[in-house]
């Protein structure tokens, strides 16, 4: 029994070194929207604990030769037998995509303790943090039948007694009809975002504009990460609303731009990117050049991607950081700079999953 496992395992390894020439692996899925697994390095030790036999059967997955194809007729099999899933989505109510998540990502307990201590570590700071709740915390009545969500909101309230955090769940909650989030994406729309916005501004006492003034416009044609996984294709294109304030510049990577709208990547496969050009580790946005400058630094995830356009209105600059591709030292920039406001926003689910939240504390 032992050979035929030996023989098996060796086989496998030749299907997948015959299969990597034949089809290079990809180390991201644009038709799905993210990082896919790679095939891992021989190690004995990962191999006698199991883990070399996870990680080869996620590589496999991932990398499965025509794996594209084959979502898109999975999808369409599945949704014509009344299945409401397909690759981790959910098919919800009224075309609603959601993610498939069922418990909690015990990564998040060790994320709210490096939170905890990043605000100790900074008590003599404006600190505010906003987890945001997703789409199914907000709007359940869209789940489909016979999943039961893990309760973000109960898990939220039971953090907050351990870390200082602002609480947005009720304001969503009584704007939950004003489709705060995508029904084909993980975001919040620009509604979504204007109610964080309208709730900070409250809680630092400044003014707050209205949803209008902004000027906002829609581009059609949106489908997001959600549908990208799932190619449930009878689902309804949606529209992507943007703003486009003046400011004077936007430094990031190396670049430096006149606006915060990158009008290019509507026309490709990320037009959420559109806003802040994407996501980078470091940006720096000059609104006005004035003597003392209001500032801002936002420690952010994508959420806060369609937010911070409306923060011009408040700040004359502001920094944005990245944990995920972030390398420098979060605690020297803040010894070196001084904040009016900082705000360290990220969705529930993407928190809950961050591998990268610790760099807080250096």
Known sequence: MKNITSKAFIALLAVLFISDNLDPHRAFSEYEKRVLASIP????????????????????????????????????????????????????????????????????????????????????????????????????????????????????????????????????????????????????????????????????????????????????????????????????????????????????????YTSLINTEALKGNDPYGTFLYGNHGYGHIVVKNVVSPRRLLVIKDSYANSLIPMMTSAFDEIDVIDLRQYNGSLQALLKQQTYDQILLLQSFNQFSDEINEAKLRY
């Open 41 to 256: 390095k021989w190690d004995l030790d990962a191999l006698i604990d199991g883990s070399l036999t996870l990680d080869l059967e996620s590589a496999i997955n991932d990398q499965f030769i025509g794996r594209d194809l084959w979502i898109q007729l999975k999808a369409k099999l599945e949704s014509s037998l009344g299945k409401v899933e397909n690759n981790g989505i959910l098919l919800g109510k009224q075309g609603v995509l959601f993610e498939k998540r069922l418990t909690l990502n015990p990564q998040a307990l060790d994320n709210v303790k490096y939170i905890k201590e990043f605000l100790e570590m900074v008590s003599d700071l404006k600190v505010t943090t906003v987890l945001v709740p997703n789409k199914e915390a907000i709007n359940p009545e869209h789940l489909p039948t016979g999943f039961p969500m893990l309760d973000q909101l109960e898990l939220l309230n039971e953090w907050k007694k351990n870390i200082s955090l602002l609480d947005i769940s009720d304001e969503l909650k009584a704007q939950s009809s004003q489709d705060l989030y995508y029904k084909t994406d993980h975001h919040w729309t620009l509604k979504g975002a204007y109610v964080a916005y309208e709730t900070l501004m409250k809680a630092w006492g400044y003014e707050v504009k209205s949803f209008e003034s902004f000027s906002p416009y829609t581009v059609e044609g949106f489908l997001g990460t959600y549908y990208n996984r799932s190619r449930f294709d009878f689902i309804k294109a949606e529209s992507l609303a943007i703003i486009n304030p003046d400011i004077i510049s936007y430094e990031t990577d190396g670049k430096t």
